[in-house]
Nanobody, 124 residues
Framework: QVQLVDSGGGLVQDGDSLRLSCAASGRSIRSYGMAWFRQAPGKEREFVAGITWSGGTTYNTGRVKGRFIISKDISKNTLYLQMNSLKPEDTAIYYC?????????????????WGQGTQVTVSS
């Protein structure tokens, strides 16, 4: 079992930056595929970025190309999402997720473990 706790969200202005964190406990995330999803009001939860067990990264480039960076610190058992040049359309609840397969998948059902979410609001 892996427990995930998301943090780092907040209210920022257009063009600002934020770094989200996802602290894991219970097991090391070393061998897990990890990802960030987000859900805006009235919309479905969507894939944002993912990182494989070996450090390979994948982004929903149509949404966050060149602005977001996903990373992980195994020593801290923590996943991060650095978000730069934030836009009002980035406003959403952001969730981290983990799957034991070690790969990145875009489908919600492929992830066994979820954080509780952290709210990001970008004002114009």
């Amino acid at each position: 079992q892996v427990q995930l706790v998301d943090s780092g969200g907040g209210l920022v202005q257009d063009g600002d930056s934020l770094r989200l964190s996802c602290a894991a406990s219970g097991r090391s995330i070393r061998s897990y595929g990890m990802a960030w999803f987000r859900q805006a009001p009235g919309k479905e939860r969507e894939f944002v970025a993912g990182i494989t067990w070996s450090g390979g990264t994948t982004y929903n480039t149509g949404r966050v190309k060149g602005r977001f960076i996903i990373s992980k610190d195994i020593s801290k058992n923590t996943l991060y999402l650095q978000m730069n040049s934030l836009k009002p359309e980035d406003t959403a609840i952001y969730y981290c997720a983990a799957n034991p397969d070690g790969v990145v998948r875009w489908t919600l059902g492929d992830y066994n473990y979820w954080g509780q979410g952290t709210q990001v609001t970008v004002s114009s």
